[in-house]
């Protein structure tokens, strides 16, 4: 079921309606945008049941419709994007702030964002950013202080807006590879693997069972080589030199065993729609056994010294913490989910081959940097070990880089793919001809970054680089 390929529904009037009946029936939003038809599309998901449903609306008369956000928090920065690209307002909307500031919404100027500020003399506020030290991408942090305590944080991102979705929508959708993997630099394999999948529903191409264990791999070892280097980047944050060195070590084999299959540490141009360029033949397999077992145990032994630290656990413990009820009503996902109790886990919601093989998700309840950092060590382990079962069952498997046919006509293909962050979505939609009509993405960092920003309340304003560190957001797939 996943991805769908789904006929463009008509168009309903009944927007409100529609959305709060598909709310009580356990679904929840995972995309809602203007289409180039000035329509509005929403994707419901039902994470229990693995159903999804797709609607679409008439764009409302008069500029303006009462906000979803009443109905579920969950569309708070959904409609927040949908205001920022049409104008169209969501009347009563609690936080109506631009995102990531379109090139044809002149009156949207960057640096007239409006943050919040304090009028009481015992505040003070912190500018950070949007220019930071070091390689770290722009943004703009807003801390509201009373003394060191931080009251409230606001992100103001958008310095990275690059219009890749307009550059996904011209020409021919086969050969758009190249963008998906550069939409985050970090999550080439997720939005890489994402892409390839809504492709081969439009081009209705069957992928073997072999290239999906393999880029199965690929995925997870992605997803294990980027969880190690937050745990040294969390390590550095807080002194615990060891940790910070010996994470960064094993990361490298990770992202080396990468090179070795495809000659992209960060796993580019390993995929292709239909197929891999690059295959997993037997001398290699046995070799990135080999490693991935060694790399296993080094996770452990360090994961092992760390987690039982009484320094880390004393920085970790209790520092950053998000409550379960604000992950469900404010529509976190992914590892910021299910560190703090909340099941969200594409592989799981929305599986395809080979994920129905996937252990049980992993969660914490405690919704702390600790939580978040220990489900990055045990979430390595696991992927590493689904990589080594994949491995052992796996066929010889060659390059697979097939003529795609046409797209198909007049429909949306969707999907859906767990990357490292969380939850990844993909949208096409193509015309009566079959051309791109609409190119969609949601990358987990969209939902994220609010988690971030309540993570930091009531802790002192030292503690924002090891809650930053925690969730490790994307900037650029924030502001595409």
């Not at 569309?75 to 690209?85: D, I, S, T, V």
């Not at 991408?137 to 305590?149: A, M, S």
């Not at 998000?322 to 910021?336: P, W």
Request: charged share 25%.
């Amino acid at each position: 079921m996943n991805p769908s390929l789904i006929s463009v529904p008509e168009a309903t009037l009944d927007l409100h309606g529609s959305i709060r009946d598909a709310l009580g029936r356990g679904f929840r939003p995972l995309a809602f945008y203007a289409d180039a038809d000035r329509s509005l599309i929403c994707l419901m998901g039902n994470d229990d049941t693995h159903k999804l449903e797709l609607m679409r609306f008439s764009f409302p008369e008069g500029g303006t419709y009462p906000s979803l956000t009443e109905l579920s928090n969950e569309f708070h920065m959904y409609e927040r994007e949908l205001w920022e690209e049409t104008g169209l307002i969501p009347q009563s909307h609690p936080w109506l702030k631009p995102v990531r500031y379109p090139h044809d919404r002149p009156e949207l100027i960057l640096k007239d964002y409006p943050f919040l500020t304090a009028k009481s003399e015992s505040m003070h506020e912190v500018a950070v950013g949007p220019v930071h030290a070091g390689v770290i991408e722009p943004g703009q942090f807003r801390f509201l202080c009373e003394g060191e305590d931080v009251h409230h944080l606001e992100i103001q991102l958008g310095y990275q807006h690059r219009g890749i979705r307009k550059l996904l929508e011209k020409g021919d959708i086969r050969g758009k590879i190249h963008l998906a993997e550069a939409i985050a630099g970090d999550t080439a394999i997720g939005h890489g693997l994402a892409y390839c999948r809504a492709v081969e529903a439009l081009c209705g191409v069957e992928v073997p069972d072999a290239i999906h264990r393999e880029r199965a791999i690929a995925l997870e070892m992605e997803r294990a080589a980027m969880h190690l280097a937050d745990l040294s980047a969390l390590a550095g944050d807080i002194a615990y030199i060891t940790g910070m060195n010996y994470y960064a070590a094993v990361r490298t084999k990770v992202i080396n065993l990468s090179l070795h299959v495809c000659g992209s540490r960060f796993g580019k141009r390993w995929l292709c729609p239909g197929g891999v360029n690059y295959g997993i033949g037997s001398e290699k397999n046995r070799y990135m056994i080999q490693l991935l077992t060694t790399i296993r145990e080094d996770i452990r032994v360090m994961g092992t010294a760390m987690f039982n630290d009484s320094g880390v656990l004393s920085r970790f413990d209790g520092t950053g913490h998000v409550t379960a009820d604000s992950i469900r009503d404010l529509h976190f996902v992914g590892m910021a989910a299910r560190s703090g109790g909340v099941l969200r886990d594409a592989r799981k919601a929305y599986p395809f081959a080979p994920y129905e093989q996937f252990p049980e998700s992993i969660v914490f309840p405690q919704g702390d940097v600790y939580a978040r950092a220990i489900l990055r060590y045990k979430e390595s382990l696991q992927s590493i070990d689904f990589c080594l079962q994949l491995l052992a069952e796996l066929p010889e498997t060659a390059s697979l880089t097939p003529k795609l046919p046409e797209p198909r006509r007049d429909v949306i293909a969707v999907s859906i793919v767990e990357g490292w962050r969380g939850e990844i979505v993909h949208l096409i939609r193509t015309d009566k001809e079959g051309k791109t009509l609409s190119y969609r993405v949601y990358d987990p960092s969209f939902h994220n970054w609010m988690a971030l920003a309540l993570a930091v309340r009531n802790n002192g304003i030292s503690d924002f680089p090891v809650c930053n560190k925690s969730f490790n957001l994307s900037y650029c797939g924030n502001d595409l």
